[in-house]
């Protein structure tokens, strides 16, 4: 449904992490009218969660109108599976297994709960309110803790034939390489360009140049915004944490580009704060690697959203994408 015809509807969007649980009440517009938060990990059962949630939500959905007003739930989570509405076998949520989280939402709640993953929202609410706005095939990859990827190709994401499709993230950018912490892989993207994967690189340079500004920090403290911040003061060892990661980057979507010949590649999370110092290598490393007929051809973006009320919007835009 186009979203003129939507005026005076609202959606609820929430961001499940790992840690905290994100939720607000959505218009057409795409304006944030409220929002609240929970923690996620303080519930060792789903269905404590979710009478939780329901505590905080219930006075939203009484306070900006009725059921009539409200389209629908939308939530992104890890291993979130649109086809079924369930979270399967996320490692960084305190329940496990296949849990059945739409069909339970919509029973505690009675509105129709639709469930994909967070960056997949991500990539919904680009579409639909930000930089991504009439772009019917265009990539979303997320930069934060990890790498998270949405795919979009004529006006619809990519979920493949089991909900899953899209973890561009853990595809192997050097065969052999660095290994994953959580996933055991060797060489994946999430382990080089993610804020995680900086803070290990930029470890390894600065023990090797002593004279490095990161020196000053302890190792506790090395991580994207540290890098930055020596960045930012000319530190050749910091810029040449984010030259490194944004060549991995940039390789990596050439490939990706490749695969599916978007319009644009948007970039998402706290990892593009680093601005130029990381787009800049990432847009050399992108097209060096590119097929002649692709290149100076895909637009290479920042996103649009605040990131504050992004996931929340992402996930809010499930709703209008369903109906």
């Known amino acids: 449904m ?118 997949n929202a991500a990539a919904l609410g680009e579409m639909l309110f930000g930089a991504a706005r009439g772009m019917k095939d265009f990539i979303m990859i997320t930069l934060g803790t990890g790498v998270g990827s949405g795919i979009v190709t004529n006006g619809s994401l990519v979920y493949g034939h089991d909900g899953f499709a899209g973890e561009l993230g853990h595809t192997i950018v050097k ?18 360009a993610s804020a995680s994967g900086i803070a290990i690189t930029a470890k390894k340079m600065r023990a090797e140049f002593p004279q490095s500004l990161l020196n000053q920090y302890p190792e506790s403290e090395i991580n994207s915004k540290t890098v930055y911040e020596c960045a930012s ?20 979507l050439a490939n ?34 590119l097929f002649p007929i692709f290149r100076d051809k895909v637009k290479l973006v920042f996103s649009e959203l605040d990131e504050a009320d992004a996931a929340i919007l992402g996930a809010s835009a499930l709703v209008w994408e369903k109906k």
């Not at 050749?236 to 940039?250: A, C, D, N």
């Open 2 to 119: 186009p979203l003129s015809d939507l005026s005076g509807r609202v959606a609820l969007g929430i961001d499940i992490g790992g840690t905290n649980t994100k939720f607000g009440v959505v218009n057409h517009r795409g304006q944030v009218l409220e929002k609240g938060s929970i923690k996620t990990d303080e519930y060792e059962k789903v269905e404590d969660f979710i009478d939780a949630l329901y505590v905080e939500v219930n006075p939203l959905i009484a306070k900006y109108g009725t059921h009539k007003n409200f389209d629908g739930i939308g939530v992104g989570m890890p291993n979130g599976n649109y086809y079924k509405g369930t979270t399967e076998h996320a490692p960084n949520l305190p329940w496990k297994g296949v849990i059945p989280f739409g069909a339970m939402m919509k029973a505690k709640f009675g509105l129709r709960c639709i469930v994909t993953n967070d960056a």
């Open 233 to 252: 003061k000319g530190d050749p060892i910091s810029i040449e944490v984010f030259r490194y990661t944004g060549q991995k980057l940039g390789e990596a």
């Open 256 to 289: 990706f580009v490749m695969f599916s010949s978007p319009e644009a590649i948007l970039l998402f999370g706290g990892v593009i704060k680093a601005g130029d110092f990381i787009l800049k290598p990432t847009k050399l490393h992108m097209e060096r690697n």
């Open 175 to 192: 065969p052999g390489g660095r290994k994953h912490w959580s996933t055991g892989s060797e060489g994946s993207l999430e382990a080089y």
